[in-house]
């Protein structure tokens, strides 16, 4: 994806977002704040772990509006 889309959702909105990439990975953006553009890579900071994810632009195929859910590893499956 364009950097340049990128950084107008950052700059227009302060909802939450999820960056939505190629191999169905799903980037939570809580705020924009913990989010950062350039013209080679994405980075964005969890606030709850300080961790840091780094995308390349490329790989963003869509901007969903909201927070990734988390995947449920616990689920009982009914047979």
């Known amino acids: 994806m364009n950097t340049k889309l990128i950084r107008e959702r950052l700059n227009t909105d302060t909802n939450p977002f999820v960056l939505r990439l190629s191999d169905g990975t799903r980037v939570s953006v809580p705020h924009p704040d913990f989010a950062a553009v350039s013209p080679g890579q994405i980075v964005v ?32 499956r009914s047979h």
Do not use: M
């Open 45 to 76: 900071i969890n606030p709850k772990t300080e961790s840091l994810t780094r995308v390349d632009p490329l790989h963003v195929v869509a901007i969903g509006e909201g927070t990734a859910k988390k995947s449920k590893t616990n689920c009982k």
